[in-house]
């Protein structure tokens, strides 16, 4: 994967050249002062302009005395929200003009793995508040501002990015509805459910339906008219039928390559054995892949972010050296505590 592969699936690259065929956007620029706000691990609070000053719980001078014996006016701690007065006037201007709900993004991700920290339990946002709530929660967010060239192969300089908040119109996407869409020299390959976790009856259904509508949306308007000739294309196939494009992804590892790997997308290897057998005029066809009712239905593949990583490479014996300090730390701590119970016990 290139470098320019994956600027030219930033959004604002995209978006102008297929704004008919998704969903409307408004798309703003964010200064370097939101930027550093986003990056500072510091501190979670929100900003927002009614409430802009919160205090944590040192400082709440009616409280039970006997919790706060250490506070006082020293220790009292006051974190305050930044303010970025400018900037949150656009957006709110922008979320009203988009039907005062939308779904954010950055150039290239949006917090997928955040959803659960909201109150919604949703990429559902109606303020910067909402927005800031779920970016600063969001492996998927620091990855793009820290690192959105990680597994490009080539040496140039990493090119310049312009940071910019993406606003979606809200829109409720039924998940069985969505599909990923490999596209290898300009022809589309290979076409996966994107949901993979559960089975969808209708899919395998309505394979060649869903498969051909697709294709033919394809052909129509994406073919040569992305400035890459090898991408990964998210549409959504609605109850009517219409196709409507979600979203252009880099054409590599970076991508989840869902229910392919991307030996086979690459190699072009296995594709072909999963089309109708012996059907010459079928040839052109893409591979279909969905979930079948065979396959068990799997967790989702964001639940491992709701838990600190070290949890999870401990519970699933991932990370050798994490559990061998665990199992130091717990016999250091058996130890300290024979030690105290001797020390307890009465000398006779
Ligand atoms: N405008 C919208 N309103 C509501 N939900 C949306 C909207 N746009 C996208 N979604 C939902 O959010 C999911 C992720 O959106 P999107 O593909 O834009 O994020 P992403 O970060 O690029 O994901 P990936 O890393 O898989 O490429 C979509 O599959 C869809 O279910
Ligand atoms: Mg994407």
């Known amino acids: 994967m290139k470098k320019e592969q994956v600027v030219n699936c930033q959004f604002s690259v995209w978006y102008p050249l297929f704004k008919k065929h998704t969903i ?5 620029p964010i200064p370097q002062n939101v930027i550093e706000y986003l990056l500072d691990d510091g501190t979670l609070v929100v900003s927002c302009s009614e409430n802009n000053t919160q205090h944590t719980e040192a400082n709440h001078s009616d409280s039970d005395e006997d919790d706060i014996q250490w506070t006082d006016d020293e220790t009292t701690t006051t974190v305050t ?3 970025f007065p400018e900037f949150s006037i656009k957006v709110q201007e922008a979320i009203n003009v988009l039907g005062g709900r939308v779904f954010p993004k950055l150039n290239w991700s ?7 920290i909201a109150l919604n339990s949703s990429l559902q946002c109606q303020s910067l508040s909402d927005i800031f709530l779920l970016f600063k929660s969001s492996d998927f967010i620091t990855h793009d ?20 908040l993406v606003l979606r119109k809200w829109s409720e996407l039924i998940p069985g509805g969505e599909f990923r869409c490999f596209v290898k020299e300009n022809k589309l390959t290979a076409i ?8 969808y009856h209708h899919i395998a259904k309505q394979e060649a339906s869903i498969s051909s509508s697709i294709l033919e ?7 040569y008219k992305f400035p890459d000739e090898d991408f990964v294309l998210d549409v959504y196939r609605d109850s009517m039928g219409r196709v409507w494009l979600i979203d252009f992804n880099p054409f590599g590892e970076i991508t989840d390559s869902l229910l392919f790997t991307w030996e086979e997308l690459t190699s072009g290897n296995n594709l072909a054995a999963n089309q109708t057998q012996g059907e010459s005029a079928l040839q052109d066809r893409p591979a279909f892949r969905c979930t079948t009712s065979e396959v068990t239905v799997q967790p989702s593949p964001c639940l491992s972010y709701r838990i600190p990583r070290d949890f999870l490479d ?10 061998i300090d665990f199992l130091k730390l717990k016999r250091g701590q058996q130890e300290e505590e024979e030690s105290e119970e001797e020390g307890a016990r009465p000398q006779l």
């Not at 949006?110 to 659960?116: E, G, L, Q, V």
């Not at 699933?316 to 050296?321: I, M, N, Q, R, S």
């Open 110 to 116: 949006a917090p997928r793995d955040a959803n659960w």
């Open 81 to 83: 929200a930044p303010e």
């Open 24 to 28: 409307k956007s408004l798309i703003l």
């Open 192 to 199: 996966c459910q994107r949901d993979y976790t559960q089975h």
């Open 217 to 223: 949306f394809f052909k129509d308007h994406i073919q």
């Open 145 to 164: 501002l820290t690192q959105p060239f990680l597994h490009c192969s080539d040496d140039s300089p990493d090119p310049t990015i312009n940071y910019e």
């Open 314 to 323: 401990l519970s699933t014996g991932e990370d050798a050296y994490k559990l």
